[in-house]
């Protein structure tokens, strides 16, 4: 093994981004705009104003190739940050190939994952513009705990809207966000009309992400000293995010390699979107050719099988209409473990760059992705979070490609969290009771059946 | 804030100790040798072989002051070291104090705990003698979890007894254990004749640490390919962790520092043995005058309300006799979230120093622990473990003396690991039904009746 690259790269402090990269500012084509959902017309600032602060809205909206983060976000981004590139030696060894594997590690840091990337500027816009309170959605728990701890921060209130059937299944991730101060409601709820009507007809529903986002975008408009925060899809987010592919960037600098593939899972978005950003703008600025690969849930395919059109980014029809590849608003996936996938679409950025070919997408099975997870946790002996072993199966048979070519190409992927909240997935795994979970036609088709038409 | 000092301080790979530090060797007084279970009669090398291999009982037993770490147990450390040095800016800020709070983080590995450090060598040494299995115990599973790492790195069967109670309330730790791996079994079990002496009495038994240890010992004595191994209390086990120490002591070198305090959390010993050793090395060869403060439970006060004499290391006499500060053998402490410092004795090196008044020790009540654990949770962003709590209770409370006086004292503790598995100790914590758990006079006299009379 050649050890003259260390298994881990940090930067120091003073190497951590002191800009976000907006890659829409390098798009060819931006994505189109968003649509108020009742005019069905472009969507102004002004009718973001009841939910998000302006500074992000600025952001969302911005044609800006750089955003200065503020002194205040640099400051606690160095709490946890910068992030380890990890190389995956041992890794490399078991499955005997000559490609080069590395690992961005966003599991790292308190929270578990790359969500705090964002809560901490979302929690300081909102805490400059006088806010008193943040409510927000939470499936697994990662972007809850994220928000939470970046309320706690900043000294703002946080109301979690968190689906009932995750509330009930993972209590450590309710426990950890109370830690935090935050308030925990299991979703749909009491508080909120769109929680009472859906408790009208099903009092034993289980929720569902779309359900908890309407619950939260509800509360926030309702309260004034309260705004709504949203941890991937838009703008915004993916912009906070490219903090993880700059320093990336500058590691592979110190390290003296450049990847030929670039790895991330793909929900909403905000991870892929933040590791590929950066990478993508030296494909598009500087003749380099790295492939930036999506990789997604066969359980749950919006870029692989979804259709490119507006679509709701809730349940309820409450959100903008956005241009996404989308399954429908409706769709309802299978209880897969990576609860941070099982998203109906994608970022409109990731869409629209999927669209115009500029990155690409697979689509993977459960128990694959288990399969390569436990592969990674044996010989890199981190536990990785479900969404993140989506990036670890892509990656590994990419390398397993090389193997059988020969050919020493540097494989980067990011890992986005670790699984110390998902054990009963591996649990499951572990006593052979895990499947692939694909998506049938059927549940497709009604999934298609809920986009809105204009 | 002085920004100069960085959050966290790193050291490069190379900077990783490349030698164990014996501090048995500076001990003005050197540790009592242990005693033969049967004749009580100082224990010989040749009494250890059914159970630990050559290296280790070389080890315990050496008088070397510096010991070479093994090229293959290096380059695993490489994995997860070396552990950040962090600056508590923000606690500090929360506490108003002039002093300078620093935290060595140990928890940051995907064992989350200090306990790698030395289950890597242990497994490193057993897999050199040909051993195929190690057996072991485990109360809160930190242990456990390293040994099964450390195991799955070198292709040993791992098999751990975990205390029944924490089995049944921590399913999580198992599955990680299992994903790993090991094999887990309750204890007490069937599978040995300690296991089913106790479960003929009592099939409902709860299982306790002194009770797995039998298990794992009787295990190992019975299967020629299988070896025992503890993550606590012995000389070999102090001796793996020092490399905290002599990472702390580079890293204070790196920031122009050096601790006036230096506090651990102490229930056999390992951690507060790591962190404490090297520093103490300083203070008998080089005039430093450092204060090494260990930080025990009320509920478990071996240091501060202890015997030192000869005691067992577990319950059913299977060990051999060792000159600890101990409350007997039989010591039922309550159920207090610190599982890890549930233990009824000190290692022989840590009980030796307190004797000999050159190390300090304080007790500390489990609900102001929690107390601390909130305030570092809320201000440092990371949910600590229960064990290193009591730690931070320690820090917070020096950091306050000199906020009264006005000295700008440096004060480091180890942070030895997260909490992330401990949440329903939080739980408790928040809901209002956690107390100080202190020890009455009752069950303190039923503990020292059951240290044996030489």
Redesign the interface.
């Known amino acids: 093994m050649a050890k003259d690259i260390?298994?881990?790269t940090?930067l120091?402090?003073k190497e951590i981004p002191r800009k976000w990269y907006n890659v829409t500012a390098d798009m060819p084509n931006k994505p189109q705009p968003p649509l108020h959902p009742g005019t069905k017309q472009p969507a102004q600032a002004s009718d973001f104003q009841a939910i998000f602060p302006d500074a992000l809205i600025a952001q969302e909206m911005s044609p800006q190739r750089y955003i200065d983060i503020p002194e205040e976000v640099s400051e606690l981004y160095?709490?946890?940050r910068p992030s380890p590139m990890c190389r995956a030696y041992?890794l490399e060894k078991a499955l005997g190939t000559p490609a080069h594997i590395y690992y961005k590690y966003e599991g790292?840091?308190?929270?578990?994952s790359h969500k705090l990337n964002t809560s901490i500027p979302q929690a300081y816009y909102n805490k400059q513009q006088g806010l008193k309170r943040l409510a927000t959605e939470t499936g697994a728990g990662q972007w809850g705990t994220a928000l939470s701890?970046a309320c706690?921060?900043f000294g703002l209130g946080c109301s979690v809207y968190m689906v009932r059937v995750s509330y009930e299944q993972k209590?450590?991730r309710r426990?950890?966000m109370?830690?935090?101060?935050a308030d925990v409601t299991p979703s749909p709820s009491n508080k909120t009309n769109a929680g009472r009507a859906i408790l009208a007809k099903d009092p034993d529903c289980p929720g569902s992400l779309g359900i908890a986002i309407s619950e939260a975008v509800e509360d926030a408009a309702s309260h004034d000293d309260t705004n709504y925060s949203l941890g991937s899809v838009l703008n915004h987010v993916l912009l906070h995010q490219s903090v993880i592919g700059e320093e990336a960037l500058l590691q592979f600098e110190k390290i003296g390699e450049y990847p030929d593939i670039v790895i991330g899972c793909c929900g909403g978005g905000s991870n892929f979107g933040g590791t590929m950003s950066p990478f993508l703008r030296e494909n598009l600025t500087k003749g380099k050719k790295t492939r930036l690969i999506a990789v997604e849930p066969t359980a749950c395919p919006s870029l692989t099988r979804g259709r490119f059109t507006y679509d709701f980014g809730d349940a309820s029809g409450y959100t903008p209409l956005m241009p996404m590849y989308t399954l429908g608003n409706g769709f309802i996936p299978s209880k897969i473990h990576a609860g941070g996938l099982r998203y109906h679409a994608d970022s409109p950025i990731i869409s629209q760059l999927y669209k115009d070919k500029l990155i690409e997408a697979q689509a993977v099975g459960q128990k694959s992705v288990f399969e390569a997870a436990?592969m990674f946790?044996?010989h890199?002996?981190?536990?990785p979070a479900p969404e993140s072993a989506h990036a670890i199966r892509t990656a590994i048979d990419e390398a397993l490609k090389c193997k059988k070519t020969g050919e020493e190409k540097v494989i980067m992927f990011t890992l986005s969290g670790?699984g110390?909240?998902d054990?009963?997935a591996?649990?499951m795994y572990?006593s052979g009771k895990m499947d692939n979970e694909g998506v049938s036609e059927e549940v497709l088709q009604k999934g298609f059946g809920t986009i809105p038409k204009l």
Do not use: C, W
């Open positions: 260390p298994y881990k940090y120091s402090e160095r709490l946890y041992m790292n840091n308190p929270s578990g701890v706690a921060l209590p450590y426990i950890v109370q830690t935090y101060g436990m946790a044996l890199e002996i981190i536990i670790h110390n909240f054990m009963t591996y649990d572990l």
